[in-house]
């Protein structure tokens, strides 16, 4: 299978664990139950009609609002690429479009106005299998002038970073998966393999 789509299918089935092992805040105000799939193909209204898609798309309900629900959206990604915060400004700008301001009515009051600013939250971020600084880091996009300036912001996990023995003491079964892309120091590649079957097997 390929390493972006064993990824896509990872986060699609395994969300609510992988929100509590990156995001464990976000993971707390959530309730997983209330979980639904969202992707679609998105495309850009362009003369060229250029299609674009993205890897993972999820709404999930909230425990307490606000806001209603938070929109995750996951991109797996194999290398670095000088244009990627361009793509992710790219896929941001699609998602609001499509899943935030489509419910936008242009006869809202100013109390159901501000109840639609509430109503959707974004978590975005990055599966990289590549090296960056840090395992774990926020990166920026920025475009615009000063005055009418676009920027946003997504979290980038780069797995080859983390410590495969660190992260197999979480108690969670989707480590194993995750495990055979980060760091292996402290296994050999066989004894990697064997401490995630033990893992599993005792889960």
């Not at 986060?11 to 609510?16: F, G, N, P, Q, R």
């Not at 009418?148 to 410590?163: A, D, E, V």
Request: aromatic fraction near 12%; hydrophobic fraction near 40%.
């Amino acid at each position: 299978m390929e390493i972006n789509q064993f990824m896509k299918e990872l986060a699609v089935e395994s969300l609510e664990e992988i929100l509590e092992l990156f995001f464990p805040r976000v993971a707390r105000r959530l309730d997983f139950s209330q979980k639904k799939d969202l992707n679609k193909q998105l495309y850009t209204d362009s003369p060229k009609g250029v299609e674009r898609f993205i890897d993972v798309l999820l709404e999930v309900g909230v425990k307490k609002p606000p806001p209603a629900v938070f929109l995750i959206h996951i991109e797996s990604q194999q290398q670095k690429r000088f244009d990627f915060p361009a793509r992710m400004m790219g896929y941001h700008c699609l998602i609001y479009v499509r899943e935030i301001e489509g419910e936008r009515q242009d006869s809202f009051d100013l109390s159901e106005f501000t109840a639609w600013q509430k109503q959707k939250r974004l978590l975005s971020f990055v599966f990289c299998n590549y090296s960056l600084k840090r395992g774990i880091i926020s990166e920026k996009y920025q475009t615009g002038v000063p005055q009418t300036r676009l920027s946003g912001r997504y979290t980038c996990i780069s797995l080859p970073m983390l410590s495969a023995q660190e992260y197999l003491q979480q108690d969670k079964a989707v480590v194993c998966a995750l495990a055979v892309f980060m760091n292996p120091a402290g296994f050999s590649p066989p004894e990697l393999k064997v401490a995630c079957y033990l893992k599993l097997i005792n889960y």
